[in-house]
């Protein structure tokens, strides 16, 4: 019987509004959030605009490429080999993620919808996967930058004289 007699009186408090108590704490919270808060809009944030970074992750700089570097200049050959292992790295995971994104749409949609709802998905990944195989593709598992450098020269030449690689070669000379 006692406790119907407090839960009529918790229900009457609480339609009310606040207690005192609770108004007290609300004005001590605003009296220390005030200043704060102004010191945080006045101070802080013109700051963080000043010096907005959108990166989350580490930013190298670009080194000179090897094509860039002196013969003798064993350095910048360094340098430009650290780089290239560095976009190697990143253009693995760039193809990591869209054959993730592709098992994933053909997973979700099946075989059957695949085709219909996947193409853009699948072009992306075979872009990826030529692009990355232009690059880095028939090098071997030691690769270094002076390998892809050869590799790039040697594929242009061949362009220029030939057309594009996989069209096969020009019958008839082309003057340039």
Same mark, same amino acid.
Request: with cysteine.
């Given at each position: 019987?006692?406790?119907?007699?407090?839960?009529?009186?918790?229900?009457?408090?609480?339609? !009310?509004?606040?207690?005192?108590?609770?108004?007290?704490?609300?004005?001590?919270?605003?009296?220390?959030?005030?200043?704060?808060?102004?010191?945080?809009?006045?101070?802080?944030?013109?700051?963080? !605009?000043?010096?907005? !970074?959108?990166?989350?992750?580490?930013?190298?700089?670009?080194?000179?490429?090897?094509?860039?570097?002196?013969?003798?200049?064993?350095?910048?050959?360094?340098?430009?080999?650290?780089?290239?292992?560095?976009?190697?790295?990143?253009?693995?995971?760039?193809?990591?993620?869209?054959?993730?994104?592709?098992?994933?749409?053909? +997973?979700? +949609?099946?075989?059957?919808?695949?085709?219909?709802?996947?193409?853009?998905?699948?072009?992306?990944?075979?872009?990826?996967?030529?692009?990355?195989?232009?690059?880095?593709?028939?090098?071997?598992?030691?690769?270094?930058?002076?390998?892809?450098?050869?590799?790039?020269?040697?594929?242009?030449?061949?362009?220029?004289?030939?057309?594009?690689?996989?069209?096969?070669?020009?019958?008839?000379?082309?003057? +340039?």
């Amino acid at each position: 019987m006692g406790h119907d007699g407090d839960e009529g009186h918790e229900a009457g408090h609480g339609a !009310s509004g606040p207690g005192t108590f609770e108004r007290f704490l609300n004005k001590v919270g605003a009296i220390v959030d005030a200043p704060v808060t102004a010191f945080r809009e006045l101070v802080v944030d013109p700051m963080h !605009s000043k010096n907005k !970074s959108y990166y989350y992750h580490r930013r190298y700089r670009r080194v000179p490429t090897i094509d860039e570097c002196h013969v003798n200049d064993p350095l910048c050959k360094f340098e430009a080999q650290e780089q290239f292992r560095r976009d190697k790295k990143v253009d693995d995971e760039i193809l990591i993620i869209l054959r993730q994104r592709r098992l994933e749409c053909e +997973h979700y +949609h099946g075989r059957t919808d695949a085709e219909k709802y996947c193409k853009k998905v699948k072009e992306d990944y075979l872009t990826g996967e030529a692009n990355w195989f232009t690059k880095y593709g028939d090098i071997g598992p030691r690769q270094d930058v002076i390998q892809a450098y050869m590799k790039q020269k040697h594929r242009l030449l061949w362009e220029r004289r030939h057309g594009p690689v996989g069209t096969g070669m020009r019958t008839e000379a082309v003057e +340039h």
